[in-house]
C-alpha cells in the first residue's frame, strides 16, 4: 500500500444508541446491586461499562472537507472523507487530516541571485493536501515539509535567474523581475514535484517579494538610472541626426542657400548642440556692425 484508499464508514447514530442502552444497563445493575446485594451483579456491571466505553470510543464526526485515517496497530486501514457522524472499530487511531486549501506566506530570504547579487525573495503558496496516505507516512510531518521545502525551491529559483538584466538587447534572457509569470510557472512546477511525496497539490505559486539587498540597493538604482539616461540620451542623438539630415536635404533640394563643407560642419554642429541640449537654446542674433 502505497497511496490513499477512500472507505465508507457506519452510520454512529445506531451506535450512539447502543452505546445508551450499555449505560442504561449499567445504571440497572448498580440499582440491582444496591437493592439485592448481590455480588454476581458488579461482573455485569463492569461489563456494561467496558461496552459502553468501546463503542462511544468508535464514535467520531468528519467535517466538510476534513478526513480520518484509519491505522490499525499499525496497519493503514482507509480514509474517511465523506463528512457525517460515523462509528468504526475502537481500536483504529483515527487521525484528522484537513482537505482545506491553505495559504503559506514565506519569509524574505537574503539569496544570491544568477548574477551573484544579493537579493530578497519571498513567495506566497496556495497548496491543500491530495493523498492523506502520503501526508500521514511518506514524511514525518507534512506541514512542516511544506515550509521547508517551499523554502528549498524559492532559493533554487533565485540562483537560477538574474534579477534583472542592464542589456537592453538581451531580451530573450529570463529575469525574475520582468518574467513574472514565466517565473511563477517554473516555481510552481518546481513545488509540484517537491510536494509529491507528502501527497500535497500546489493550486498557485507566486512571488510575493522581490528586491535588491539594501546594501546594493542604492548603488543598483543608481545603476538602473545611469541606464535609463543612456537610452533617452541614445534616443535623442539618433532623432537629431535624423532631423540634421533632411535639413540638410532639404536646402540642397530647394537651392535656398549654397553651403561649402565648412558651413555645413558649422551648421551641423549648431544644429545637434540645439537638438541635444538638456536645456532650452538661447539663439544670438548678428545685429550688424
Known sequence: MDSEKTRPAMSGYPMLAVATLFVAGAVYSVIRLKVTGDGL???????????????????????????????????????????GFFWANPFYSKKRITLRARNLNGDKLKVNDKA??????AAVVVWQV????KASFEVDNYEEYVVVQSEAAVRHLAGSYPYDTFDDTDDEVLTLRAGTDQVNQVLEKELTARFDRAGVRVIEARLSHLAYAPEIAEAMLR????SAVVAARTQIVNGAVSMVELAL???????VVDLDEEKKAE??????????SESSATPVVNAGT
Not at 116 to 121: D, R, S, W, Y
Not at 130 to 133: P, R
Open 130 to 133: 491530495e493523498d492523506t496516505f
Open 223 to 226: 545603476r538602473q538610472q545611469a
Open 267 to 276: 551648421m551641423v554642429s549648431n544644429l545637434l548642440v540645439v537638438l541635444c
Open 41 to 83: 451483579w458488579i461482573g455485569d456491571l463492569i461489563v456494561m461499562i467496558l461496552l459502553a466505553i468501546l463503542t462511544l470510543i468508535g464514535l467520531f464526526v468528519v467535517n466538510p472537507n476534513d478526513s480520518r485515517v484509519l491505522v490499525l496497530f499499525g496497519t493503514y486501514k482507509g480514509t474517511v472523507k465523506k463528512n
Open 249 to 255: 536635404e532639404k536646402l540642397a533640394e530647394k537651392h
Open 116 to 121: 551573484g547579487n544579493p537579493i530578497e525573495i
